[in-house]
């Protein structure tokens, strides 16, 4: 490949990276913000003084799950109807308590994983799980989108996530189908560490097969990785379900 060849290839993974990075920063805090208001207004219109939510993770970032605080004294039909409420906001993803009770599965408007799938997206539009090249092995820096990427799942305990790694097409089609494949079960390791059980985790490598929408397969932005929740399942935890586990 030529040094000019090679310019562009790199000039349009930065303006994709770039894109995305805008795309995240804008739409990401703009949905939790409008999720915020119209909330806060669910809870004046309820006359509960006692409570408080917020649309972001623990470090920050935008989130469609609400975490509602509410003081010790607050009644438990109080918290559920209040819980219900917010819940049938459209665009809500799932309405949590700080203490990680959940919304019960009778109320409001039932939680799906996929909003969980989305609120990873946009973690991942935003910035990207980085290896070494040619390698499984993860670069330094890695760890604070990984503990946003566990925080952001850990909605969805309970279903089985997908790992999925994906290569751009440059060089072997079966070496590329066997790192993406390590590069999936290397992230999947660091999830299992952080607190996610490993029995609802799977690990998948599709190569350069399913190249991001509107790119050439040969883009090195097809170098990722892609998170799918993919079926419900009652969560059972075992001894493995510790981050100790190995």
Known sequence: MSVRSSLVLLSGAVLVAVLALVWGMRTGPDLSRSLQARSAQVIAASGVHEAEVRFTTDNGWPSRHAMLTAAPELGESVRADLAKSIAAIPGVGGVHWSDRSMLAAGGGRPFTPMHCQDDVAVLLGARTIRFEESSAELTPGNEELLD???????????????????????????????????????????????????????????????????????????????????????????????????
Do not use: M, Y
């Not at 072997?172 to 390791?189: E, G, H, K, M, W």
């Not at 190569?207 to 998170?227: H, K, Q, T």
């Open 148 to 246: 946003e990427v566990s925080s952001a799942l850990r909605p969805c305990l309970g279903s089985i996530i997908a790992v999925i790694g994906h290569t751009d097409s440059s060089g072997d089609a079966d070496a590329n189908l066997a790192l993406s494949r390590d590069r999936a079960a290397t992230v999947r390791q660091e999830l299992i560490a952080r607190g996610i059980p490993r029995d609802g985790l799977r690990a998948r490598g599709v190569g350069s097969s399913i190249p991001v929408e509107g790119l050439d397969a040969s883009d090195p932005a097809n170098r990722r990785i892609d998170f799918s929740v993919i079926a419900k399942v009652p969560l059972l935890p075992t001894p493995i379900d510790t981050p100790s586990a190995h």
